[in-house]
């Protein structure tokens, strides 16, 4: 369920509709500041309503990285087992431990400068 919400949620806040509602809010709160006389309580508001928002979209970008790099993983792992000289090792590459990724990116680098 939360992976639909937040596909949904997504697609919504990376919408030229979604810039032009927090844009009018901006604004809106702008021309309130003199008829408050900027207070505090004017300043809470969009302080409160930007971190809420912000804290939430944390999540929500996380999730959509993880569903992004999930997938681009696995169409990789897709031509890598299709091609028949590429090492079917590299396919679990995400779960080598960090020396092992940097001795195969020196490996890979020197055949890249071979060429």
Do not use: C
Not at 56 to 67: D, K
Not at 104 to 115: D, V
């Amino acid at each position: 369920m939360f992976r639909k919400i937040a596909k949904a949620v997504s697609a919504f806040v990376g919408s030229s509709y979604a810039f032009m509602f927090a844009l009018l809010v901006i604004i809106t709160w702008a021309i309130l500041g003199p008829i408050y006389n900027y207070s505090n309580t004017w300043q809470l508001v969009i302080n409160t309503g930007t971190t809420i928002v912000t804290f939430l979209m944390v999540f929500l970008i996380q999730n959509t990285q993880n569903r992004e790099t999930k997938a681009m993983n696995l169409k990789l792992d897709e031509l890598i087992r299709s091609t028949t000289k590429a090492h079917n090792t590299i396919m679990a590459a995400e779960e080598f431990e960090d020396e092992k990724l940097e001795t195969l990116e020196e490996e890979y680098n020197k055949m890249a400068n071979k060429t």
